[in-house]
Structures are given as C-alpha cells and as structure tokens.
C-alpha cells in the first residue's frame, strides 16, 4: 500500500498552483494545505486529498507554534475542531522524498496497518531564519 502512495503526497502539494491560477495571484506557501482524512471523514469510500487555503485562525495558530514543532512527531498544543494532532516539520521548499504516509507508518507502532484510521494535513512552513518546510499533522481517529 505504501509504495503504490509514494508520490502522491508531493504531487498533490504541487497542485497548490492551481488555487493560485483560480485566484489569479501566488498566495504564500504557509496560506495553502493539504488534508488526506481518515475512512470516517470521508463521504465516499476512497482515499482524496483536500488542496484548500488554510482557515485564518488555525494558520494563526501554525505560525504562533511552528517554532517549536520540531522533526520528530510530538503532540501539537493545541485542538482543531475537537482534534488534538500529533506534529512534524520537515525541511525543503518541497515534500520531495518527505512522504507523509512513510513518516506516520514509521513514526507510529501499528499506523501502516490502520492507515485509514488516520487523518493527515500538511502545511507550508517556515523556520524563524527563513528556511523553508512543512508541518505534518496526523490523528487518529477511532
């Protein structure tokens, strides 16, 4: 399951352009996300991805917090519409070799086999100097 997924996360956030091409200017990479939501979240059985502008306040909380994410999962201290998600930042401009199905499954005892169970957001960052990443959350929901 994993290999058949090994791209289509990084993909996906490239697609960011066309929220751009619809709104007629390049919006910052920490204004765009991605969410892949777990089988209950979904209204049809199979797996989508969800490329949205990020909502004001939660992109308020990201940049308030994003200093303190760190590149190994910990618990975000803060709730998104009655969640509490577990968060990682990478580096680069890009996801690239940074698969969020890869790092869940390894980060997580037993997440490769209840990946469905799990919602994941990704978000554009940045680090206080200026260089460029993303914040994974994952949750799971049960």
């Not at 939660?58 to 998600?85: M, T």
Request: hydrophobic share 35%.
């Amino acid at each position: 399951m994993l290999r058949c997924l090994r791209s289509i996360p990084s993909e996906a956030w490239e697609a960011r352009r066309y929220i751009d091409e619809a709104l007629h200017q390049t919006l910052p990479r920490d204004e765009i996300g991605l969410a892949i939501n777990s089988g209950f979240g979904r209204s049809e059985d199979q797996l989508h991805i969800h490329v949205a502008c990020i909502r004001s306040d939660v992109h308020e909380a990201l940049r308030e917090r994003e200093a303190s994410i760190g590149n190994r999962w910990a618990p975000l201290d803060v709730s998104f519409f009655g969640h509490r998600y577990q968060a990682k930042w990478v580096p680069g401009e890009r996801l690239g070799s940074h698969n969020p199905f890869r790092l869940l499954a390894e980060g997580f005892p037993g997440a490769a086999q209840d990946m469905g169970d799990r919602t994941l957001v990704v978000f554009g960052s940045s680090r206080p100097d200026g260089a460029p990443g993303s914040v994974i959350l994952e949750d799971e929901i049960n």
